[in-house]
């Protein structure tokens, strides 16, 4: 076949990408550069809801609601009969990793693919590849292939960190302190569980993890690093970015749940990345008791195939038994988008995530007494929890009697931004403000630092304490969680969060779009479960 053989190409749905934000310089890319792309194929049969609360086994799964070997074998034969190398295929995650020349790979996905500069959510400048509008597939996989990511590397998501000038500290906790504040399950420390961790950058040195959980007067827990997608652990480049997120998670989960494993997957910040950090946590042996997620993007920020995508490898990790953790954005109702209008924050507002969002907390860390316990919100610009209501989501059913409002000023306003049924966000919460943050090492330097980032692992350390004590997985844990609760009750094992706002949403009695459900009183949780 000749390059200018036409190829029998269909649409492919969801997969419209509009031009990069700050959009400065585009160029010619060389037609033999190496791209790298992920293909995710259709599930043997869809997966119902009482498979995301009774986990099953990934062969068991594997065989359920993976792919199926006819769909795998159809897709590679594809790909190999025009040329495009076949990386790696995994029928049980649904995913087959294709890689070619950029003329090639252009070609085969009907678009053009340019190299640009852009600039990204931190005001950096960023090159990468670049392309806009929908792609197309072989005619043969309408159906089978339900999303390609990755020809587009621009970058995908941003980290949801707060780092606090030390002026404007006016106290901060380390992670033991807030777990007493929480009142985590006593004789718990996470043991024979495992916590993965999602990055999209940065690194860690195992020196300064230790001399970090020393300093706390701990042993560590064991911290490998797996790479994804060509990804690696590569720390010290960027304190107030990257590492610092990467820290921030590991000693935070890591000093609540030193007793557990922690494997950190780097990846790629790109759609394809993510997902494939994401997926690959997922499946893998030992299945992790918790996933958690610190990066995110406003929903609007993911073409359609890239979120369902997530969605569904999401879906994976519930019916696998484990439960996500998501950090639901540090900029309030808007999630930095400067329409005027109410947006919520991705992976966060899948409902196959738990979201977690953020407070403002005084307490007396000698005594865990708390004095005051409000949601986070420094004004514009310099920091707020997210939350708010999915445009994208349905609401789940676990969801329909707490109140979940309809748009912006909720439905006693006449609000109606975001319709009557979307997924709300958060699910949970605790401390984020910087100004009340957590002490961390990042880089050699003792910060504070917040962010809704930081609650993501404070639950997932507290989910793998949970699963040790119960001696089972929580997978989905929201069915639980909201289980016969109504609007304006408060949860068996929270403490509810009724004063502040987030912007558009105001703080009450049971679950709000600023707290969910409340913060943790972990030991109280536990007897709950």
Not at 184 to 200: K, R, V, Y
Not at 261 to 271: G, K, L, Q, S
Request: negative net charge; proline residues 7%.
């Amino acid at each position: 076949m000749t390059d200018d053989t036409p190829l029998d190409l269909v649409p492919l749905p969801g997969s419209e990408r509009p031009t990069a934000p700050g959009l400065h310089a585009q160029s010619a890319l060389d037609p033999g550069a190496p791209v790298e792309a992920t293909l995710i194929l259709r599930r043997r049969a869809e997966v119902p809801d009482d498979a995301l609360t009774s986990p099953m086994s990934r062969e068991q799964f594997a065989t359920q609601y993976g792919a199926s070997p006819e769909d795998v074998a159809l897709v590679t034969d594809t790909m190999t009969s025009l040329g495009v190398n076949v990386v790696e295929a995994n029928a049980g995650e649904r995913r087959v990793r294709v890689s070619g020349g950029a003329a090639l790979m252009g070609r085969v996905f009907g678009t053009d693919l340019e190299q640009a500069t852009s600039t990204d959510s931190h005001d950096n400048e960023v090159t990468h590849r670049h392309r806009t509008g929908g792609l197309s597939i072989p005619a043969s996989l309408e159906g089978v292939v339900t999303a390609v990511l990755g020809l587009d590397d621009r970058p995908q998501a941003r980290a949801l960190l707060q780092v606090a000038l030390p002026r404007a500290v006016s106290t901060s906790y380390t992670p033991l302190e807030l777990g007493a504040i929480y009142a985590f399950p006593s004789g718990t420390d996470g043991s024979g569980q495992t916590i993965a961790i999602i990055e999209l950058g940065g690194g860690f040195a195992q020196s300064e993890l230790d001399t970090y959980f020393a300093g706390l007067g701990i042993t560590g827990p064991t911290v490998t690093a797996v790479g994804v997608d060509g990804a690696s652990n590569q720390p010290g480049a960027d304190p107030n970015g990257a590492d610092g997120e990467v820290l921030l998670d590991i000693e935070v989960a890591g000093a609540l749940a030193n007793g557990a494993d922690i494997m950190v997957y780097f990846a790629p910040n790109t759609d394809a990345g993510f997902v494939d950090a994401v997926t690959t946590a997922a499946h893998a042996s030992p299945t992790p008791a918790a996933i958690s997620i610190s990066w995110g993007q406003s929903e609007d920020g993911w073409t359609a195939q890239a979120r369902t995508a997530f969605d569904a490898a999401l879906t994976d990790a519930a019916a696998l038994g484990v439960t996500v953790t998501a950090a639901a954005g540090d900029d309030g109702s808007s999630d930095r988008v400067t329409d005027g209008a109410v947006h919520v924050d991705f992976p966060a507002s899948s409902p196959h995530a738990l979201a977690c969002g953020g407070t403002r907390l005084t307490a007396d860390a000698s005594t865990g007494v708390v004095q005051s316990e409000t949601v986070w919100n420094n004004g514009n610009g310099r920091g707020a929890t997210g939350g708010g209501v999915s445009a994208v989501f349905p609401q789940p059913s676990w969801q329909a009697n707490v109140g979940v409002p309809t748009g912006a000023a909720g439905a006693d306003a006449g609000g109606s931004a975001n319709g009557p049924s979307g997924r709300g966000v958060p699910d949970v919460s605790a401390v984020a403000d910087p100004q009340t943050g957590y002490r961390v090492l990042v880089d050699g330097k003792e910060m504070v630092i917040g962010g809704t980032s930081a609650v993501a692992p404070l639950w997932a350390a507290l989910v793998a304490r949970l699963v040790q004590s119960t001696g089972k997985p929580l997978g989905l844990a929201q069915p639980v969680l909201y289980d016969s609760i109504g609007r304006g009750q408060v949860a068996p094992g929270f403490r509810d969060i009724t004063s502040g706002d987030n912007g558009a949403y105001q703080a009450g009695p049971g679950w709000d779009a600023c707290t969910g459900l409340g913060v943790p009183d972990g030991t109280a949780l536990l007897a709950a479960l």
